[in-house]
């Protein structure tokens, strides 16, 4: 083991340093980390075959499909996956115009186009337009109670059910109306679910939900596909950099690790992998989902996580958001139709239904986004969260075709209407390298825990200095969940392993007092070669 100050170096080449995932956090960091002068040699350990993770653009329906990330949230000028797709030439016209720039939306989806109840027919938009503005205007006072000593309750969706149980005593409507209301705030719910990754509102904590920060911006896509980006970027590193499935299995710190092709050499940090290949490196950046970590707490760590970390691990809330993607020969729709709703009149969010999922999964469905441009064929994706979503994962692509034609036959009225021609979905929670979709703040967690989650190790500064740093969506305190957020991580990480590379260069030179510092030769040796 190793006692303190600077680290051994590879000699005639820069630092060792080990990305563990490559997606935009982990590809971000990797672009920082290529360009510093200290010239690390660098490697970007992927699970899977491919780049970009949460980042997938599928060739389907003759169009491009996104299975992850759909839309750059808040893209204007603080918006960094806004610059970078923007400095790549990823994005049109519209999306890139002042004004679409300056838009305030609020990161919310606009009114939809239709709204279908499941009694067949459509519903008022004038109703749907009044429950999306109480819905929003009680989200919007959530904001209120950040740094508050008390919350009027636990969680966001409680403390919503608390307010709307107040406005119903209000309504003077008949029975059958106040229902249809509460069925249309039970769509809105869904859909928040969908936005937060969550199986349940009641599992967001109330007090830092207005710590999430939406940046400026008219919400957009990249009409090539959303992987364009990183793959821009993975085509920015030089070529050897990238290793694609190498699934990491443990991550060894604090020790003291020799490769045997230069013995004497040590690195504080080895990374084993499934296959039996180990890396030895000064630094590791871990972009690994939440999910996974979550699921690998127990072993992925060797020494185990400080107990504050893996804690912090264990309380943030990762949660599951689908993409169900159908197409068809002929639309149903009105060719202006953007976005189809669909309210289950059964349904109210002050009224805790638990039906079997394989009955009532199409439920939590909370309609369905008309995609633009697929030549020949009419795509409509739709979006479900939480246990449903994950249950809906475990049906076969037959069974999920029929419940949903059924759906659209029940809510149009019309039992003819065509079956879609096929059906694509994404399956986040069985992923094996995911599994989830992305990340909240969840009851009993706080923002301290993202702050938490992303402090490097050792804790202390103890020992060669930066040994494990972690990025990642679910480590940014404010843009959780979203691809900026997770660029972000990977540059902060790599700017902070730069500051220790440019404070090193500053010391004296080896043979001064400080020299002493340099740890000493290890122990644990005899690793096969690392970098082949
Ligand atoms: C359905 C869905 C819709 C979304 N929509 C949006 C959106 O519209 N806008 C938005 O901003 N964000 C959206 N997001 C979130 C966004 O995709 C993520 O926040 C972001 O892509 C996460 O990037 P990351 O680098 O932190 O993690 P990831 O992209 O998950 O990258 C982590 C990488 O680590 C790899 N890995 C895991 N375990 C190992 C291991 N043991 N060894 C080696 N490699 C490993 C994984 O294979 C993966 O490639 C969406 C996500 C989903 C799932």
Not at 66 to 82: D, K, M, T
Not at 131 to 140: K, R
Request: hydrophobic letters at 40%; a negative charge; one cysteine or more.
């Amino acid at each position: 083991m190793q006692s303190s100050g600077r680290q051994a170096e590879a000699p005639g080449r820069g630092p060792r340093v080990l990305v563990v995932g490559a997606g935009i956090a982990g590809l971000g960091a990797a672009q920082r980390l290529c360009c510093h002068p200290a010239s690390p040699h660098l490697r970007v350990l992927e699970a899977t075959a491919r780049a970009g993770g949460r980042i997938r653009s599928e060739r389907s329906f003759g169009g491009v499909v996104e299975v992850g990330a759909h839309w750059i949230h808040g893209p204007s000028q603080g918006n960094p996956v806004f610059q970078l797709a923007a400095k790549y030439g990823l994005l049109g016209e519209k999306a890139l115009s002042e004004e679409s720039q300056l838009a305030e939306a609020g990161g919310r989806a606009g009114l939809p186009s239709v709204s279908y109840a499941s009694s067949g027919g459509s519903v008022s938009p004038e109703l749907v337009a009044e429950m999306a503005t109480l819905f929003y205007t009680l989200i919007d006072q959530t904001r209120e109670f950040l740094r508050a000593a008390e919350t009027p309750a636990p969680s966001v969706g409680e403390y919503l059910k608390k307010e709307i149980r107040q406005h119903v005593a209000g309504w003077a409507e008949e029975e059958e109306a106040k229902r249809l209301k509460l069925a249309i705030l039970n769509n809105a719910f869904n859909v928040q679910c969908c936005v937060s990754g969550t199986h349940s509102m009641d599992l967001v904590a109330l007090a830092p939900f207005g710590e999430y920060t939406v940046l400026p911006g008219l919400d957009c896509t990249f009409p090539g596909g959303y992987q364009g980006l990183t793959d821009c970027i993975m085509a920015s590193l030089p070529k050897d950099v990238m290793v694609f499935n190498k699934p990491v299995k443990t991550i060894h710190w604090d020790g003291s690790f020799e490769e045997a092709s230069a013995p004497g050499e040590t690195f504080p940090v080895l990374v084993e992998c499934e296959d039996g290949g180990c890396f030895p490196a000064h630094h590791v950046v871990i972009t690994v989902p939440l999910g996974f970590l979550k699921e690998r707490l127990d072993t992925f760590f060797e020494p185990p996580l400080p107990t504050e970390k893996a804690e912090a691990i264990r309380k943030i809330g990762f949660g599951t958001n689908n993409k169900i993607f159908l197409e068809f020969e002929e639309p149903f729709w009105q060719p202006d139709c953007q976005h189809i709703q669909v309210v289950w009149r059964d349904t109210s969010p002050l009224e805790d239904a638990a039906p079997k999922l394989q009955d009532a999964w199409f439920k939590k469905l909370v309609g369905f986004w008309v995609l633009p441009s697929f030549g020949a064929s009419q795509v409509l994706c739709g979006f479900i969260a939480g246990l449903e979503s994950e249950f809906m994962e475990t049906l076969s692509d037959e069974d999920v075709l029929l419940s949903l034609t059924q759906v659209l036959r029940r809510v149009t009225g019309n039992p003819q209407l065509p079956a879609p021609r096929s059906v694509l979905r994404s399956r986040w929670h069985s992923a094996p390298y995911t599994r989830g979709s992305y990340s909240y703040v969840a009851v009993g967690s706080s923002g301290d825990d993202l702050d938490l989650l992303a402090q490097p190790l050792p804790e202390d500064g103890r020992g060669a200095q930066l040994q494990v740093l972690f990025a990642g969506e679910a480590t940014h305190r404010t843009f959780y969940s979203t691809t900026h957020g997770a660029l972000l991580s990977g540059w902060r990480e790599a700017d902070r392993l730069i500051a220790l590379w440019d404070s090193q260069a500053q010391r004296p030179e080896p043979g001064s007092e400080l020299d002493s510092a340099l740890p000493v030769p290890g122990s644990r040796g005899g690793w096969p070669h690392p970098f082949l």
